[in-house]
């Protein structure tokens, strides 16, 4: 008889439906420019369906979340949030912003407990890798097939896109380790498309992010000195044939992004030093969600008249002036409780190889924000997200669930 109602009541919401959204969700995420495309509510539906199952799932089992400190930062966050957009309600970006911001929060909450549960962790690094690779196929078909000379793909700003695609590389590596041959061969496909793809965008802030990631999973021991010196001989030997190929394109490609490097740095000053004007003089609140781009001009003495309304191109200046020192504290906290959930699951006996991928794939997106603003990106939050559950699966009692993270 129990049997029988678990059976209708699966028929109604099944809990499969979770793994289905929450993958569709980060597998989306890098691709998000293309069903953005094609139509303008397209990419709020799957984190829109994950929302509902998970709400209908945990009240039809009349199951509270899995309790973490990450959900009491979050939730406080989501509060500094709506009390700074509240005061700066006026402000022409506030209403646009919060509404970006509270969708990341609510994403992060929930992907938390359904991969602390039902959705392995596996999975959700798998949806993302591939999501990435999409993105990183689009990436060189622009370059390739429209003549583009830095690659864009499905993001508007190159810089943006070699994030994203760099966020996801150190997670091809627990892919790999697992020895699923299909899984294995095509993971190692994805990774030369992130790796070429982040190539194109001639980002210098996605190569230092790689960089950095690519130390830490050295120093970890997660990655052998041997494979990493096999796979950048084989790169080398791609990128020399692909450069005889298209010397011409290169040669192009490289002098725009010589040109634009220098007028990068000069702007991306001009915006920090505001940023933090903007921080001393509103220290509490800051100027509201979106605030910088509407009061860039008047801190910045209006240093950009062909930008009136840019982003600070940094991550950590960006969230400090718009929601204050409250703000920027607690979204500080959301980072490090990652770090600290990731250490805390190796040490529960989480798989070693995933949890010290993650912690570079956060290591990467932390370097790369401070050359952009990645607030608004999920590769952040995912981490977030994937780290926390990781240390819930390797609690005390659960040592179960932990086997197929």
Not at 85 to 90: Q, S
Not at 208 to 223: S, T
Not at 246 to 275: C, P, Y
């Amino acid at each position: 008889m129990t049997a029988l109602v678990a059976a209708r009541r699966d028929l109604l919401i099944p809990e499969r439906s979770l793994r289905v959204f929450a993958c569709a969700t980060v597998a989306l995420a890098p691709v998000e420019g293309y069903l953005l495309a094609a139509h303008g509510q397209l990419a709020k539906l799957a984190p829109a369906l994950l929302a509902l199952a998970w709400l209908a799932i945990r009240v039809r089992d009349r199951q509270w979340p899995k309790p973490h400190p990450v959900h009491a930062l979050l939730a406080l966050f989501a509060v500094v949030v709506l009390v700074s957009a509240g005061v700066h309600v006026a402000e022409p970006f506030a209403l646009e912003y919060t509404q970006r911001w509270l969708p990341f929060l609510l994403v992060t909450a929930i992907l938390v407990d359904v991969a602390s549960r039902e959705v392995p962790v596996r999975a959700l690094l798998v949806s993302a890798v591939a999501g990435a690779a999409v993105a990183g196929t689009g990436a060189l078909y622009s370059l390739v097939a429209e003549g583009e000379s830095r690659a864009s793909g499905p993001l508007d700003d190159p810089n943006d896109l070699a994030h994203v695609l760099v966020a996801a590389l150190p997670l091809v590596l627990p892919i790999v380790a697992a020895r699923r041959r299909p899984v294995s061969a095509l993971a190692l496909l994805a990774g030369a498309v992130l790796v070429a793809g982040a190539a194109a965008t001639f980002s210098r802030g996605g190569g230092l992010a790689l960089g950095a990631a690519v130390l830490w999973l050295v120093a970890r021991r997660a990655l052998s000195p041997r494979v990493l010196a096999a796979a950048v001989g084989v790169l080398a030997v791609l990128a020399l044939g692909g450069a005889a190929v298209a010397q011409q394109e290169l040669d192009k490609a490289l002098r725009e992004k010589s040109f634009i490097a220098s007028t990068n740095v000069d702007t991306r000053e001009l915006r920090w030093q505001a940023a933090a004007r903007i921080l001393t003089d509103n220290p509490v609140f800051g100027v509201g969600p979106g605030g910088f781009r509407a009061e860039y001009p008047a801190f910045s003495h209006n240093a950009e008249v062909d930008e009136q309304s840019p982003v600070a191109h940094n991550m950590y200046l960006e969230v400090a002036a718009e929601l204050g020192v409250p703000g920027f504290l607690l979204f500080a906290c959301l980072i490090g409780t990652a770090v600290v959930a990731s250490e805390r699951a190796l040490r529960r006996g989480a798989d070693r190889t995933q949890m010290i991928a993650v912690q570079a794939s956060l290591l990467a997106t932390a370097v790369a924000s401070t050359f952009l603003s990645e607030q608004y990106y999920l590769p952040l939050w995912l981490m977030i997200a994937v780290a926390c559950a990781a240390e819930l699966r390797t609690g005390s009692g659960s040592a179960g669930p932990a086997r197929d993270q």
